[in-house]
């Protein structure tokens, strides 16, 4: 969407908030012997408690109430109470909803308690592209030119990106134009982001996969190989200078 008034922009920020905390306090609460589902539960009580609804269920009807993947899973993972987090698990979060008809989304991947696995290095890559890819965008920029960014990025920290997932216009609903920021280089790609757009920027950064497979549940994605993927993502509105990060309150960058 775009940003035609400051009743736009305050309904905004309102949901952006709502989904910035929910994922902050769900990374606090998670712990080792916890199962996934109770993990959603938790993420369920706080959305309602900001008067938001969680927006993979009302537009696809997704079996939970937010996207919880652990490990080799990348995107989607249904909450289950057979997948019980240990320590030294990756887990990637993503909370999006709906909140007075404004909509906003946001993930984030980390280590759980002590790095008995090194994916520490994964997991900071990811957000410190993030970082730099968001404050590169502005009105008039490629979208092209940000994938490259990232990919370039990445490959710089000794890392891939998956090539399948993808960013996304969001403001009125989930899923919005433009309808895909990729993060590699797409030549064929020639969309510019627009000034007071509002959209989600995400980073897939993985070890050594470059697609996300789906699995037999038919929601959650994952890697073939084994791979492990880290993803950070913000919604944030486009101006001519620096971008206004709607949901900074989900403290991701705090280690940046």
């Known amino acids: 969407m775009s940003i035609t008034s400051q009743t736009d922009l305050f309904n905004l920020r309102k949901a952006s908030e709502a989904v910035a905390l929910t994922l902050r306090q769900m990374r606090d609460y998670a712990r080792p012997g916890m199962t996934t589902r109770e993990l959603d539960h938790y993420g369920a009580a706080l959305l309602q408690s900001y008067g938001a609804?969680?927006?993979?269920?009302?537009?696809?009807?997704?079996?939970?109430?937010?996207?919880?993947?652990?490990?080799?899973?990348?995107?989607?993972g249904i909450p289950s109470d057979k997948v019980v987090l240990a320590e030294g698990d990756l887990i990637n979060i993503d909370v999006s909803a709906e909140l007075n008809g404004y909509w906003a989304d946001n993930g984030g991947s980390f280590v759980l308690g002590r790095d008995i696995h090194q994916r520490g290095a994964l997991v900071?890559?990811?957000?410190?592209?993030?970082?730099?890819?968001?404050?590169?965008?502005?009105?008039?920029?490629r979208i092209a030119d940000i994938g490259r960014l990232i990919e370039t990025e990445a490959r710089k920290a000794g890392f891939t990106v998956l090539r399948n997932l993808v960013g996304h216009g969001i403001g009125r609903s989930l899923h919005e134009a433009p309808h895909e920021i990729p993060c590699y280089y797409d030549r064929h790609n020639h969309e510019r982001f627009r000034k007071n757009s509002v959209v989600a920027v995400e980073t897939f950064i993985s070890t050594r996969a470059t697609l996300a497979h789906q699995k037999n549940d038919g929601w959650t994605l994952t890697t073939r190989d084994k791979s492990f993927?880290?993803?950070?993502?913000?919604?944030?509105?486009?101006?001519?200078?620096?971008?206004?990060?709607?949901?900074e309150a989900n403290q991701v960058w705090d280690t940046v």
Do not use: M, W
């Not at 890819?133 to 920029?141: D, L, M, Q, S, T």
């Open 53 to 76: 609804r969680s927006a993979p269920f009302l537009t696809y009807g997704f079996p939970g109430h937010t996207c919880i993947s652990v490990n080799h899973d990348v995107a989607h």
């Open 124 to 141: 900071d890559a990811s957000k410190k592209i993030l970082h730099k890819a968001i404050h590169n965008i502005h009105g008039g920029v």
């Open 229 to 247: 993927v880290a993803q950070h993502e913000h919604t944030i509105v486009i101006t001519d200078g620096p971008p206004i990060i709607l949901t």
